[in-house]
């Protein structure tokens, strides 16, 4: 006999879970939780360590400190796609999104590195990412990792009821575009709580006024991805890793959002940014 569960099924809009009040405390515990990885990894990204360490050093982290789940790890984004190996993602240099740790891969001076974090905390997800760097990285490299956490900070202040999804990648297209950088479009933020990838899907380009209307209670990421050079973008054969084309360099910063009832909460803000929670 199977047993279904009595939980009372999430309210919809749109196609989109709306969060209750006692979701959002718990959403908000995941996400405080997933900072929490990035302050500490930080000290760990230096030249010569190796992703396959930091992977490590993260799970055990989110495992015996926070106790909680690294949502990566055996994830399979679809039937044929294979289960991720790791427990967290790390994107180096020209790698896009969904790098692998590996304990071949070691860090050289000037690596520029996203480390992407999800952990599940008492059934819901807390998901960020952010830049790190291996020494001191080139002129380049800083400023596209400048552009594109200001891209998502434009895309997050976009963010109100009564607003729409296109508004968050307009603004965000405009910000990376003005700086004669390229937004991936392969690859977008997504709705999130107590599963890793649910509706809507989140864009980081498009036409103001454009797509669903956002109202109170909706939590997804933004996490735009932005190259130095064109857009394209190639999977490679271990169906996670994503590359540009050219091999130029790419960037990306990640916040789980909700929408308020005058604007958005920023569910994994770091102590360490000078940008408001609340707007």
Not at 10 to 15: A, L, Q
Not at 77 to 85: I, T
Not at 122 to 131: A, N, Q, R, V
Not at 252 to 258: G, P, R, S
């Amino acid at each position: 006999m199977r047993l279904e569960s009595t939980a009372p099924a999430p309210k919809r809009k749109f196609g989109v879970s709306i969060k209750t009040p006692e979701d959002v405390v718990k959403m908000r515990t995941a996400g405080r939780l997933a900072a929490q990885v990035l302050d500490m990894i930080g000290k760990h990204v230096r030249p010569g360590v190796t992703t396959g360490e930091l992977d490590k050093i993260c799970h055990e982290y989110i495992v015996n400190d926070l106790e909680c789940i690294p949502a990566p790890l055996n994830y399979r984004g679809g039937p044929s796609q294979p289960p991720f190996p790791k427990s967290v993602c790390t994107s180096v240099n020209h790698v896009v999104c969904h790098g692998i740790p590996s304990h071949k891969k070691k860090l050289k001076s000037g690596d520029s590195v996203n480390i992407d974090i999800t952990v599940i905390k008492d059934g819901f997800h807390g998901d960020t990412s952010k830049m790190f760097f291996a020494g001191e990285p080139s002129v380049l490299a800083r400023r596209l990792s400048m552009v594109t956490q200001n891209a998502m900070y434009q895309g997050i202040r976009a963010v109100r009821p009564g607003a729409r999804l296109g508004d968050i990648g307009h603004a965000i297209q405009v910000c990376a575009e003005s700086e004669n950088f390229s937004v991936v479009r392969e690859y977008c933020g997504h709705g999130i709580g107590q599963v890793f990838h649910e509706e809507p899907q989140v864009l980081h380009y498009g036409k103001k006024g454009s797509g669903i209307e956002l109202v109170q209670g909706m939590t997804f990421t933004i996490e735009p991805m932005i190259n130095a050079g064109k857009r394209h973008v190639k999977l490679l054969p271990d169906q996670w890793t994503v590359v540009t084309k050219d091999h130029k360099l790419t960037a990306q910063w990640e916040h789980t959002i909700l929408v308020t009832d005058t604007g958005f909460e920023v569910l994994t803000l770091r102590e360490e940014e000078e940008f408001s929670r609340e707007g």
